[in-house]
């Protein structure tokens, strides 16, 4: 069974520029959440998407977006990029009908803004 | 607001040479804790699933357990290959699926 797959996994981009991350969950999983990872603030929780409806959302600006399409898939979107940008972006899913199972996550995206 | 503390922020063992790292809570209603392991430029690898005050899990050589404030990550006999990060997170009732992440325990092993 394969895993939760993240594209690209590396990016850099120029400050102001705006970035879409991809993310496709393990087979049969329809919650999708996504992370953001930096050395000082760890693991952060930016929004969780479920049969394409945004359930919760973290402390981030608007400039943080995302949506999920039919087949689960995600994407998320960071406009005007801001050199504190730069981090470990890891996408998770859950399955089962529980709301408490594990979460499995990616690979995650490194995403350098310069 | 959920919070999660993990210690110590790095731990250095011997092969061999068991220890436990320890992940401290405040939520409004447990709903889970879990444990990950994660290596450098990767995501979090799943570990262990707890519930409820009292409830262990084993894995090789490692062991998960949890009381109502803290959990308990016990290293028995670990090995280089176990050097990581270990991560301790908890989901509270209130708050949907987001996960509270501690900042984890740097763990090496030295051979």
């Known amino acids: 069974k394969a895993g939760v797959t993240q594209t690209p996994r590396y990016l850099i981009k120029t400050r102001g520029q705006q970035v879409t991350l991809s993310c496709s969950p393990i087979s049969g999983h329809r919650s999708v959440s996504w992370y953001q990872q930096t050395p000082g603030q760890g693991l952060q929780f930016l929004f969780e998407?479920?049969?394409?409806?945004?359930?919760n959302k973290g402390n981030f600006p608007g400039r943080f977006s995302g949506r999920q399409f039919s087949n689960s898939r995600s994407e998320m979107n960071v406009s005007t990029l801001e050199l504190g940008d730069s981090a470990l972006y890891l996408c998770?899913?859950?399955?089962?009908?529980?709301?408490?199972?594990?979460?499995?996550f990616g690979q995650g995206t490194r995403l350098t803004v310069v | 607001e959920d919070q999660v503390t993990q210690s110590p922020e790095a731990l250095r063992l011997q092969e061999g040479e068991s220890s436990s790292l320890n992940c401290s809570y405040t939520?409004?209603?447990?709903?889970?804790l879990f444990w990950y392991r994660q290596d450098p430029g990767k995501g979090p690898e799943f570990l262990f699933t707890?519930?409820?005050a009292g409830e262990e899990k084993e894995k090789e050589r490692l062991k998960a357990t949890l009381t109502k404030k803290e959990s308990f990550l016990h290293i028995t006999a670990p090995k280089p290959e176990d050097s990581a990060t270990y991560l301790c997170?908890?989901?509270?009732?209130?708050?949907?699926?987001?996960?509270?992440f501690g900042q984890g325990t740097r763990l090496t092993i030295n051979p």
């Open positions: 939520v409004s209603g447990l709903r889970g």
């Open positions: 997170a908890v989901q509270a009732s209130q708050g949907a699926q987001k996960l509270v």
């Open positions: 998770a899913s859950r399955g089962g009908l529980r709301r408490n199972t594990e979460a499995f």
């Open positions: 998407y479920f049969s394409e409806t945004q359930r």
């Open positions: 707890l519930y409820s």
